[in-house]
């Protein structure tokens, strides 16, 4: 039977985690052979090698966040619920659209979700990185990995960074506010924003992340309204180059010393709970916030399955698909977009 509509294919981005303490190394090795990560002169012969040592050290080091959390990370499992959750609100608007999972560093990878997509026969894409800002880091490498991989004659559209877009910002604040409901006077609780850290010479170079971030606990603090006294923090740092700081760990070093005793972390360049959220920040930073006398410390959840988030990944990709089709809807009217999004050739 000919299909009458176009599929869309929307590939969601994410990098990925060990679901085994036993995949903990492989796939650090993975992560670190990526020369968007780990790049000097000569890098084509040392970075096999380099990868090796560094991921065997950092396995050791690691691996206790993993075992706190159930012996391997929940990020497949929250990412395709993501893709699924979006998949069917996308068939609710009237998309015949399916939903794919890129992990970059460990299973389903890049090129397994491009072997669904064939077999899905898709008629154009969309690339849905999960990173709400852009780093080269992140998104970046991610891109290049389906440029890789990817050489199909099929429409690509991509999502670009989507941490000022409403629906997102509001799904984010309605976490915040859970995690300040458990505070018995939330207006008294130091809200602070931890981020994945990256080294300062990829910022150096042009990178906008640390901007981003920034713009977005702006963002997030004009639109949630809050009257707390806030900051922002950076962990997950590896190796001895300089990353951006300061560290969550000195952060709560200091908010010890200012006699501030409430604190509310909010992951905030993270769209699922995984090993640095549920393993370095509930775990070990509440460990050490006990140690530090602080009476109460609560974390903001993931987004996960968010519903206003599915809604915002939703939007997300019509206005991918819209900026795709603006020269049709030039032609015949706004009021076309959708009948030509779904109409056959």
Not at 181 to 210: N, T, W
Not at 241 to 261: D, F, N, Y
Not at 328 to 344: D, E, H, K, S
Request: charged share 20%.
């Amino acid at each position: 039977m000919t299909r009458t509509t176009r599929r869309v294919g929307v590939v969601l981005f994410q990098l990925g985690g060990p679901d085994t303490l036993a995949a903990i190394e492989p796939f650090l090795f993975n992560l670190f052979c990526d020369p968007d990560i780990i790049d000097f002169p000569f890098a084509r012969i040392g970075r096999k090698p380099l990868a090796k040592l560094i991921s065997a050290t950092r396995a050791r080091k690691v691996q206790h966040h993993y075992a706190t959390i159930g012996g391997g990370s929940p990020i497949r499992r929250f990412t395709e619920a993501q893709a699924c959750a979006l998949q069917s609100e996308l068939g609710r608007q009237g998309f015949d659209a399916r939903c794919f999972v890129a992990m970059r560093y460990w299973h389903p990878f890049t090129r397994e979700a491009i072997a669904q997509i064939r077999e899905a026969q898709c008629d154009e894409i969309v690339l849905l990185p999960l990173y709400p800002q852009y780093s080269s880091t992140t998104t970046g490498s991610s891109l290049n990995e389906w440029q890789r991989h990817f050489h199909d004659d099929i429409p690509v559209h991509n999502v670009g960074p989507f941490y000022r877009h409403p629906m997102y910002l509001d799904a984010v604040i309605e976490k915040i506010e859970q995690a300040l409901a458990k505070f018995q006077e939330p207006d008294r609780a130091e809200i602070i924003f931890s981020a994945h850290s990256v080294p300062l010479s990829v910022i150096a170079q042009g990178d906008p992340y640390q901007r981003h971030v920034e713009e977005t606990v702006q963002l997030l603090m004009e639109r949630g309204g809050w009257p707390n006294h806030h900051r922002l923090c950076y962990q997950s740092k590896v190796g001895a180059s300089k990353w951006l700081q300061p560290t969550l760990r000195r952060t709560l070093h200091e908010l010890a010393k200012e006699q501030i005793r409430e604190v509310c972390i909010v992951p905030v360049a993270f769209v699922s709970d995984h090993v640095e959220t549920l393993g370095e920040i509930d775990h070990e930073a509440r460990e050490l916030a006990h140690r530090l006398g602080f009476r109460q410390f609560e974390m903001s959840e993931g987004l996960n399955d968010s519903p206003k988030f599915v809604v915002a990944l939703a939007q997300l990709v019509f206005e991918a698909l819209e900026k795709a089709l603006q020269p049709i809807v030039n032609r015949a009217g706004a009021g076309q977009l959708v009948p030509a999004l779904v109409a056959g050739d």
